[in-house]
């Protein structure tokens, strides 16, 4: 029988806290909503721009629907929420980025050719990127009715935002030819996602008397992710620079937050902890992938959890053998990471044999 809710928000709540537990908290992290639908792919065609009006709800809602029952059988610590995404960059589409259809992938494409002259970043209620994703969010809570909690979708940090309107590589050597011009670019950046996400989560209703993250974190208040990928690409002294002022007026917005990173990123993670007002952080790992070596992301998952809780996302069982076994419990979320919503059944018997440790 999967664990009652109020379980596991208990759970949550001791997380939360960094509360002495018998054990971490473990559970699955699916991501089938990051992947985008085939059948939308092949509604926009390969190397075409999309539109909004291309993206209705219904076709996506099926999908949802599968994906909850699978995850109504688990026997988890967690709670999956779900979340208006299917591979969609959306704040990057809102801020001017055509979106075209490649295969496998939608991909927001650059468009600033120059800091001269630019229209300002502001938000337009009116955009019609945005009126889409309310309308699907809306959507998904209508669907949901109160049966799983609906989260925001993949909502990429200003910095991102900005690696995608000038290209990864554009960005990074503006970041020393135009200093001034990306300062002020990435505050309008932050204030425009700012509005984006609190009108969604106008939107979104509570969980349970919480909000959950499209990473799995439950909090009693209104929840986010953010998150700066394109950090990988240059130093911590340049991103508490450039980024982390940003970062500190999302965070003193909302009252809870899981700054997602991965492993590649790794060398930022000092400089984050330096936000008192950061919740927790949330971490994959990428030793199996070219990423640094699991034993360094331990020592670095060490430092984490002794600031704040850690939702860290392994890609196997072995792994997240290992994580459970080195690391202390307090404060300390194991998932495994799957983007297959049919699963292999031995992550439902992995799951469900650490739950029975109590």
């Not at 639908?37 to 509604?43: C, G, I, K, N």
């Not at 669907?143 to 990864?168: C, E, H, K, N, Y």
Request: with cysteine; glycine share 4%; charged share 25%.
């Amino acid at each position: 029988m999967p664990i009652p809710i109020a379980n596991r928000i208990a759970r949550y709540k001791a997380w939360l806290d960094r509360e002495p537990v018998d054990r971490p908290m473990v559970g699955l992290l699916w991501e089938a909503d990051i992947p985008p639908l085939p059948e939308f792919l092949e509604l926009v065609g390969e190397n075409k721009p999309t539109s909004p009006d291309q993206i209705q709800p219904e076709m996506f809602l099926p999908h949802v629907e599968a994906w909850f029952r699978r995850d109504a059988e688990l026997v988890s610590d967690t709670i999956q929420s779900f979340a208006p995404a299917f591979g969609i960059p959306w704040i990057e589409a809102i801020a001017g980025c055509p979106v075209v259809g490649y295969p496998s992938s939608l991909w927001a494409v650059s468009f600033l050719e120059s800091y001269d002259d630019r229209p300002p970043m502001v938000f337009d209620p009116d955009n019609s990127w945005l009126r889409k994703l309310i309308e699907f969010t809306q959507a998904m809570v209508d669907f949901s009715d109160g049966r799983f909690p609906v989260a925001l979708p993949q909502t990429r940090g200003p910095l991102d935002i900005l690696a995608a309107m000038r290209g990864p590589e554009r960005m990074s050597l503006d970041l020393i030819e135009y200093p001034d011009e990306v300062y002020k670019i990435l505050g309008e950046l932050a204030d425009l996602w700012i509005s984006v996400v609190d009108t969604c989560l106008e939107v979104i209703p509570p969980f349970h008397g919480g909000y959950s993250t499209r990473l799995n974190m439950w909090a009693p208040g209104k929840a986010i992710t953010p998150q700066n990928d394109i950090s990988t690409l240059i130093s911590p002294k340049m991103y508490e620079e450039f980024a982390l002022p940003w970062d500190r007026k999302i965070m003193a917005h909302y009252p809870y937050h899981s700054f997602h990173l991965h492993g590649s990123s790794h060398h930022q993670i000092d400089v984050l902890l330096t936000l008192d007002d950061l919740t927790a952080m949330e971490v994959h790992l990428e030793h199996t992938v070219g990423g640094p070596p699991l034993d360094v992301m331990l020592e670095a998952a060490k430092r984490i959890l002794e600031k704040k809780p850690l939702l860290l996302v392994a890609p196997d069982i072995e792994s997240a053998e290992i994580c459970i076994d080195q690391l202390p419990s307090f404060g300390l979320c194991v998932m495994i990471l799957l983007d297959d919503p049919v699963l292999d059944r031995k992550y439902d018997r992995w799951v469900e044999s650490h739950c029975a440790r109590v």
